[in-house]
T-cell receptor
Framework: SAVISQKPSRDICQRGTSLTIQCQVDSQVTMMFWYRQQPGQSLTLIATANQGSEATYESGFVIDKFPISRPNLTFSTLTVSNMSPEDSSIYLC????????????FGPGTRLTVL | GENVEQHPSTLSVQEGDSAVIKCTYSDSASNYFPWYKQELGKRPQLIIDIRSNVGEKKDQRIAVTLNKTAKHFSLHITETQPEDSAVYFCAASIPYNFNKFYFGSGTKLNVKP
C-alpha cells in the first residue's frame, strides 16, 4: 500500500484564522478524500479531491469553509477557514488506487485544536 | 444514499474469548465491505475486507461474513488478545459512487487480560 504523510501532525490555532493541511502520497493514486473525525466519533467524509478540477463536497460542507486543492496525483491540501472551536477535530486524508470500488488507506491525521 | 448501522457500540470480552461486531447496510447495490481498526491516537488501518461475490473471508483470527439477502455483515475475532483492544469501523461502498465509503459508528472493543 501507499505511504501517506500529512502535515502538520497537530496544531493549535486561534479562532478566525485558517490552517492548511497537506497530504502527500509516495505514488500516484486516482482518488483522494478528506475526512473529519471528532473525538469518540466515526469518520465523516468532507469531500473528494479531484485532480485538476473542483472538489466534490458532501452535504453540510462547503468550499468557502473547506477549500481543497489537488494539483497532481500525489498531493492534496485541505484548508479549514475562519476557524471556530467547533472545528477542533482530527482531519484525515485517504487515498484509493482506482475510481472503481477499492480499498482506502488513511494518512496519520492532523489534530486541530481551535481556541 | 447508503446508511450503515453498527452494533454494539462497546464490547468487553475476556482474553481468549471471541468477539463479534455486526453491521447492516441499506443499499443493495453496495458491493464492498471493509473493516478498519483504529487504536488510540492512530490512523484507521484496514484489517479485512469482503466483496459481494463472497460469503465469508478469513485471515488468521479474523473473519468476515456477508449476508446479501439480509444486508448485513459481521466481523469475528477469535482467541482475542489485549492488543485487539481498539475501535473497529465497518464501511460499505457502492460501485457507482466513485469509491465513497459509508462508515458505521464504530465499536470500542476492550479485551480484558
Amino acid at each position: 500500500s501507499a505511504v501517506i504523510s500529512q502535515k502538520p501532525s497537530r496544531d493549535i490555532c486561534q479562532r478566525g484564522t485558517s490552517l492548511t493541511i497537506q497530504c502527500q502520497v509516495d505514488s500516484q493514486v486516482t482518488m483522494m478524500f478528506w475526512y473529519r473525525q471528532q473525538p469518540g466519533q466515526s469518520l465523516t467524509l468532507i469531500a473528494t479531491a479531484n485532480q485538476g478540477s473542483e472538489a466534490t463536497y458532501e452535504s453540510g460542507f462547503v468550499i468557502d469553509k473547506f477549500p481543497i486543492s489537488r494539483p497532481n496525483l500525489t498531493f492534496s491540501t485541505l484548508t479549514v477557514s475562519n476557524m471556530s472551536p467547533e472545528d477542533s477535530s482530527i482531519y484525515l486524508c485517504s487515498v484509493a488506487g482506482t475510481a472503481i470500488v477499492d480499498t482506502q488507506y488513511f494518512g496519520p491525521g492532523t489534530r486541530l485544536t481551535v481556541l | 444514499g447508503e446508511n450503515v448501522e453498527q452494533h454494539p457500540s462497546t464490547l468487553s470480552v475476556q482474553e481468549g474469548d471471541s468477539a463479534v461486531i455486526k453491521c447492516t447496510y441499506s443499499d443493495s447495490a453496495s458491493n464492498y465491505f471493509p473493516w478498519y481498526k483504529q487504536e488510540l491516537g492512530k490512523r484507521p488501518q484496514l484489517i479485512i475486507d469482503i466483496r459481494s461475490n463472497v460469503g465469508e473471508k478469513k485471515d488468521q483470527r479474523i473473519a468476515v461474513t456477508l449476508n446479501k439477502t439480509a444486508k448485513h455483515f459481521s466481523l469475528h475475532i477469535t482467541e482475542t488478545q489485549p492488543e485487539d483492544s481498539a475501535v473497529y469501523f465497518c464501511a460499505a461502498s457502492i460501485p457507482y459512487n466513485f469509491n465513497k465509503f459509508y462508515f458505521g459508528s464504530g465499536t470500542k472493543l476492550n479485551v480484558k487480560p
